[in-house]
């Protein structure tokens, strides 16, 4: 009985003392792996710092700059209207554009047939001003006859360019700082032929993005104007020119004689040889022809 029992107690000893250490061995690796994933997330962190400075926007990105930037847009229209009077429309439509800030690009007049005038003009308007010279531009003419607005949106194409610069900008500044610490002449030259091409591409990249703001900061109108007055022509405004006519008319007679004439000896002169022998011929057979008809001799 008593040795059944010291074993068991023994037995519950050596379990209990097991258990302890288990424990306190759990207890270390435990902290022991808390610590490595402290390192880890911490070492992730930078990296993940590095890649987010390094790496260029992706689309997710992209279109979030677009909601909260205003959008850009190009703005185009052509009108083709009718005037009283040219000069007049065409004074008005300059003094609009100076009104609104604009300028004037091109500027054309034509004179038809009918002694009617029309022109073409092509101005630039300030976008925040597009809608309210339209309405002034036509408010000038006499009659619409057409009226085409359109519009390019350019916002995603700008944000693009935009991060591209911005990449090329920090491509820039790695070289400069490389071209500071360079101290061999062959890592010198490579630098700076590379740091050559990346300021070209900027060069380019500030350009579409100067064009662009230009673009959608200004809109583009053609007008087209003609005028709608009827010509009537007075008494004694077109010039009958009689004497003149006659002497063109006799000119164009005497022409005609002379080059007929001139036809004529052309003609004869250059056929002379087969002319001879049409008439050689002729007047052998004329000769031969009268022979035969003529009655013989009476015999005495």
């Not at 800030?101 to 034509?110: A, K, L, Q």
């Not at 000896?265 to 003529?294: D, H, M």
Request: charged share 30%; net charge negative.
């Amino acid at each position: 009985m008593k040795k059944g029992y010291l074993y068991r107690l023994l037995t519950s000893l050596l379990i209990i003392f097991l258990v302890s250490c288990s424990s306190n061995d759990t207890e270390e690796s435990k902290s022991t792996t808390e610590m490595a994933q402290m390192d880890k997330s911490s070492g992730s962190n930078e990296i993940a710092v590095i890649d987010k400075e390094e790496q260029p926007a992706d689309e997710a990105t992209v279109d979030e700059q677009i909601k909260e930037s205003d959008r850009m847009i190009i703005h185009r229209a052509n009108m083709e209207v009718q005037v009283k009077s040219l000069e007049k429309a065409q004074q008005n439509i300059e003094k609009k554009v100076k009104k609104y800030g604009g300028y004037v690009v091109e500027s054309n007049e034509y004179r038809d047939e009918n002694h009617l005038m029309s022109g073409h003009s092509i101005v630039r308007i300030p976008e925040k001003h597009f809608l309210a010279f339209l309405e002034d531009a036509e408010n000038t003419a006499t009659e619409v006859l057409g009226r085409n607005v359109s519009g390019q949106d350019v916002t995603e194409e700008y944000v693009d360019l935009e991060s591209r610069l911005k990449s090329k900008r920090a491509v820039e500044e790695r070289l400069l700082g490389f071209m500071k610490e360079a101290q061999k002449t062959e890592d010198l030259l490579k630098i700076s032929k590379d740091l050559s091409k990346v300021q070209e591409e900027i060069e380019v990249l500030v350009g579409k993005m100067k064009y662009l703001e230009n673009q959608t900061a200004y809109s583009t109108v053609e007008i087209y104007m003609r005028e709608s007055k009827v010509v009537v022509p007075g008494v004694g405004d077109n010039n009958l020119d009689t004497w003149e006519k006659t002497k063109k008319q006799l000119a164009v007679s005497l022409n005609f004689l002379l080059s007929a004439a001139s036809g004529l000896v052309v003609l004869v002169i250059g056929n002379l040889p087969i002319i001879l022998l049409f008439v050689l011929l002729g007047a052998g057979i004329y000769y031969f022809i009268k022979r035969r008809k003529r009655p013989p001799r009476s015999r005495e």
